[in-house]
């Protein structure tokens, strides 16, 4: 039974190696859909969107009459009579039981734009909302990039460094092939071997780097702590060096800063027409017992209706409301000049990511001659070493400068992926 269950959990474990090695990479635009679906900040806007739109409708209640409906039972006790100075009371009989039925409707049909505007200012509200969803989702899209990036980085430096191991590992058997003929000291074997040493503690610390990217991208996109997996290739984004003139006027935070301007002359205008009356339709039915304005008491039901016109002032908005307009119009002002800095901002920063991207371009270009050149470097002293007529440190120094120049490359090439990202994301259309 055990040799089964010890069967059992390894053919699982080969399975599910399989499975995962079977998985096919997760592309840059599969990353993105999925973080609409699944990442929690995203999902957070999107119900600040729905709220919004909820407050929207709700806006557009103003415009339907109010109908207010009332219906009281009461226990009446008895009335007492005196003259003003209180003397000669007696007194009158009230029937005990009470009722009271009011039925109001009333339609406002003026209110000084207040109505209107109100709802014009909900529809910014909405729009606000989405604006600062969409700015979310751009900031969490350039965080998945920037991880698959880095992911893609590390990947490659990993494939860089195993390479170089394995050309360390043969010079190590050769070397030591060379000590056992006379040819060579064992501290050329010991030197090699540091420097494989330091290859594979290279390697760890990429593989820790590599884990805590995964683990920030898997919860970017919502999969907990199952980190996804990421091609070493990226997508073909880096194929034209000139990339098309970006616009800014696609960025969410420029459209944020536009509507909260928006907003701000809307909450002016509500501001100004609290100064203005406000006129109403009306219409009621009202059924009260018993009548009680007679002495003695009525014990009858009395049902009278009414229609009119009312009109309402709010005399203290004369004192009060040049205070609230005043402060209305100056965060209307505030909100202009954060547009302008919030443009001047974006302008200033599009400008730099675009020099930034085409100096990537070039970046790449010398990283990848200076590989060329010390690859050319490392063959020479390597078959001048074979031949003893070079030292172990030249052929060490020789191997460093190779991997750094490598190393460097793989830089240089994922720059360009994220200067590519970044002026998307700054222009707002990652």
């Known amino acids: 039974m055990r040799k089964f269950s010890s069967f059992a959990v390894l053919l699982f474990a080969a399975l599910r190696g399989v499975c995962i090695h079977a998985q096919e990479p997760m592309s840059i635009q599969e990353m993105f859909a999925r973080a609409d679906s ?23 209640n103003a415009y339907l009459p109010s109908v207010d409906a009332s219906l009281s039972l009461s226990y009446n006790g008895d009335g007492y009579i005196t003259d003003r100075d209180f003397s000669h009371g007696f007194t009158a009989e009230i029937p005990s039981f009470g009722n009271n039925f009011k039925l109001e409707a009333s339609q406002v049909i003026f209110a000084g734009g207040a109505i209107s505007h109100g709802i014009a200012l909900a529809e910014i509200g909405t729009q606000v909302a989405r604006f600062e969803a969409d700015k979310n989702r751009n900031e969490v899209r350039f965080l998945i990039a920037t991880d698959y990036i880095e992911l893609c980085k590390l990947g490659n430096q990993l494939r860089v460094l195993d390479s170089n191991l394995e050309r360390a590992r043969d010079l190590i058997e050769k070397m030591r092939a060379r000590v056992e003929n006379g040819t060579a000291l064992q ?125 309402r002032y ?79 440190e030249s052929l060490l120094d020789a191997s460093n400068q190779l991997l750094e120049a490598q190393m460097q490359q793989v830089n240089a090439r994922m720059n360009i992926a994220y200067n590519h990202f970044k002026l998307e994301y700054i222009t707002g259309t990652i």
């Open 314 to 392: 709010n005399l203290a908005s004369l004192y009060k409301s040049p205070r609230t307009i005043r402060q209305a119009h100056l965060a209307t002002q505030q909100a202009k000049a954060a547009l302008q800095a919030t443009r001047e901002k974006i302008c200033l920063a599009v400008a730099a990511a675009r020099t930034d991207y085409h100096n990537a371009f070039r970046l790449l270009d010398t990283k990848t001659r200076s590989v060329a050149l010390a690859q050319e470097t490392y063959d020479q002293i390597r078959y001048r070493h074979e031949e003893g007529l070079a030292t172990t």
């Open 38 to 60: 699944l990442n929690s900040s995203i999902r957070a806007y999107r119900f600040g969107v729905e709220s919004a739109q909820a407050a929207k409708a709700s806006a557009r």
């Open 187 to 311: 501290t050329d074997v010991s030197r090699l071997e540091l420097l494989a040493v330091n290859l594979e503690y290279t390697r760890l610390q990429i593989e820790s780097a590599r884990e805590i990217a995964g683990r920030e991208l898997a919860n970017a996109l919502g999969m907990g702590d199952r980190i996804p997996d990421v091609s070493q290739e990226l997508p073909d984004l880096i194929s034209d060096e000139r990339p098309a003139i970006e616009t800014i006027e696609r960025s969410p935070a420029i459209l944020l800063a536009d509507a909260l301007v928006r907003m701000g002359e809307q909450k002016e205008i509500i501001a100004k027409a609290e100064r203005m009356p406000q006129v109403a339709l009306f219409a009621g039915e009202y059924l009260d017992g018993p009548i009680v304005i007679d002495i003695p008491a009525i014990n009858k039901n009395f049902n009278y209706w009414a229609v009119g016109v009312g009109i």
